[in-house]
Nanobody, 126 residues
Framework: QVQLVESGGGLVQAGGSLRLSCAAS????????MGWFRQAPGKEREFVAG????????YYADSVKGRFTISRDNGKNTVYLQMDSLKPEDTAAYYC???????????????????WGQGTQVTVSS
Protein backbone atom coordinates (compact mmCIF):
# COMPACT_ATOMS: atom_id res chain seq x y z
CA GLN A 1 0.00 0.00 0.00
CA VAL A 2 1.31 3.45 -0.96
CA GLN A 3 -0.16 6.79 0.05
CA LEU A 4 0.74 9.86 -2.00
CA VAL A 5 0.50 13.52 -0.99
CA GLU A 6 1.24 16.30 -3.50
CA SER A 7 2.31 19.84 -2.66
CA GLY A 8 3.82 22.89 -4.31
CA GLY A 9 0.98 24.07 -6.52
CA GLY A 10 -0.06 27.70 -6.75
CA LEU A 11 -0.58 30.72 -8.94
CA VAL A 12 2.24 31.82 -11.23
CA GLN A 13 2.60 34.13 -14.20
CA ALA A 14 3.31 32.80 -17.67
CA GLY A 15 7.01 32.14 -18.07
CA GLY A 16 7.45 31.40 -14.40
CA SER A 17 8.39 28.22 -12.57
CA LEU A 18 6.98 25.91 -9.91
CA ARG A 19 8.25 22.72 -8.33
CA LEU A 20 5.73 20.10 -7.31
CA SER A 21 6.53 17.45 -4.75
CA CYS A 22 4.87 14.12 -4.07
CA ALA A 23 5.63 12.47 -0.74
CA ALA A 24 4.98 8.74 -0.55
CA SER A 25 4.47 6.50 2.42
CA UNK A 26 5.64 2.91 2.53
CA UNK A 27 9.06 1.34 2.65
CA UNK A 28 8.92 0.07 -0.91
CA UNK A 29 8.72 3.46 -2.61
CA UNK A 30 11.90 2.80 -4.55
CA UNK A 31 10.25 -0.18 -6.26
CA UNK A 32 7.49 1.88 -7.88
CA UNK A 33 7.33 3.69 -11.17
CA MET A 34 6.05 7.19 -10.48
CA GLY A 35 4.06 9.40 -12.77
CA TRP A 36 2.64 12.91 -12.92
CA PHE A 37 -0.71 13.55 -14.58
CA ARG A 38 -2.88 16.64 -14.91
CA GLN A 39 -6.51 17.40 -15.45
CA ALA A 40 -7.99 20.70 -16.57
CA PRO A 41 -11.71 21.49 -16.08
CA GLY A 42 -13.83 19.70 -18.62
CA LYS A 43 -10.90 17.67 -19.94
CA GLU A 44 -9.66 14.15 -19.43
CA ARG A 45 -6.74 13.42 -17.16
CA GLU A 46 -3.54 13.38 -19.20
CA PHE A 47 -0.02 12.09 -18.74
CA VAL A 48 2.71 14.62 -18.02
CA ALA A 49 5.84 12.70 -17.00
CA GLY A 50 7.02 9.37 -15.60
CA UNK A 51 10.15 8.01 -13.95
CA UNK A 52 11.40 4.50 -13.30
CA UNK A 53 12.59 3.29 -9.90
CA UNK A 54 16.24 4.06 -10.61
CA UNK A 55 15.52 7.61 -11.74
CA UNK A 56 17.58 7.07 -14.87
CA UNK A 57 14.74 6.44 -17.30
CA UNK A 58 12.21 9.23 -17.72
CA TYR A 59 9.25 9.86 -19.99
CA TYR A 60 7.51 13.09 -20.99
CA ALA A 61 4.44 14.20 -22.86
CA ASP A 62 5.36 16.14 -25.99
CA SER A 63 3.59 19.21 -24.62
CA VAL A 64 6.03 19.53 -21.70
CA LYS A 65 9.30 18.22 -23.15
CA GLY A 66 12.12 20.66 -22.59
CA ARG A 67 10.13 22.61 -19.99
CA PHE A 68 9.34 20.08 -17.23
CA THR A 69 11.76 17.77 -15.41
CA ILE A 70 10.75 14.78 -13.30
CA SER A 71 13.11 13.44 -10.64
CA ARG A 72 12.96 11.31 -7.52
CA ASP A 73 14.77 10.92 -4.23
CA ASN A 74 14.22 7.36 -3.01
CA GLY A 75 15.88 8.18 0.30
CA LYS A 76 13.18 10.79 0.94
CA ASN A 77 10.35 8.80 -0.68
CA THR A 78 9.63 11.82 -2.85
CA VAL A 79 9.15 12.50 -6.54
CA TYR A 80 9.40 16.01 -7.98
CA LEU A 81 8.16 17.84 -11.04
CA GLN A 82 10.12 20.96 -11.89
CA MET A 83 8.03 23.10 -14.21
CA ASP A 84 9.71 25.93 -16.09
CA SER A 85 8.51 28.30 -18.81
CA LEU A 86 4.94 27.75 -17.70
CA LYS A 87 2.11 28.55 -20.06
CA PRO A 88 -1.58 29.30 -19.37
CA GLU A 89 -2.44 25.96 -20.97
CA ASP A 90 -0.49 24.21 -18.18
CA THR A 91 -3.25 25.26 -15.78
CA ALA A 92 -4.71 22.12 -14.22
CA ALA A 93 -4.89 19.97 -11.13
CA TYR A 94 -1.71 17.91 -11.01
CA TYR A 95 -1.69 14.39 -9.61
CA CYS A 96 1.12 11.97 -8.83
CA UNK A 97 0.60 8.25 -9.24
CA UNK A 98 2.46 5.01 -8.60
CA UNK A 99 2.55 1.63 -10.23
CA UNK A 100 4.60 -1.53 -9.91
CA UNK A 101 5.66 -1.80 -13.50
CA UNK A 102 5.28 -0.01 -16.79
CA UNK A 103 6.43 -0.20 -20.38
CA UNK A 104 7.23 2.70 -22.69
CA UNK A 105 3.95 1.96 -24.42
CA UNK A 106 1.85 2.12 -21.26
CA UNK A 107 3.59 4.70 -19.10
CA UNK A 108 1.05 7.35 -20.12
CA UNK A 109 -2.09 5.34 -19.41
CA UNK A 110 -4.02 6.35 -16.29
CA UNK A 111 -5.44 2.85 -15.78
CA UNK A 112 -1.92 1.41 -15.45
CA UNK A 113 -1.39 3.25 -12.16
CA UNK A 114 -2.60 1.77 -8.90
CA UNK A 115 -2.14 4.59 -6.38
CA TRP A 116 -3.06 8.27 -6.73
CA GLY A 117 -2.63 11.41 -4.70
CA GLN A 118 -5.35 13.98 -4.06
CA GLY A 119 -3.91 16.54 -6.47
CA THR A 120 -2.50 20.05 -6.26
CA GLN A 121 -3.76 23.00 -8.31
CA VAL A 122 -1.47 24.88 -10.70
CA THR A 123 -2.78 28.09 -12.23
CA VAL A 124 -0.77 30.01 -14.82
CA SER A 125 -1.93 33.54 -15.59
CA SER A 126 -1.27 35.23 -18.91
Amino acid sequence: QVQLVESGGGLVQAGGSLRLSCAASGRTFSMYVMGWFRQAPGKEREFVAGIRWSGVRTYYADSVKGRFTISRDNGKNTVYLQMDSLKPEDTAAYYCAATNSITPATVGLTNEYTYWGQGTQVTVSS
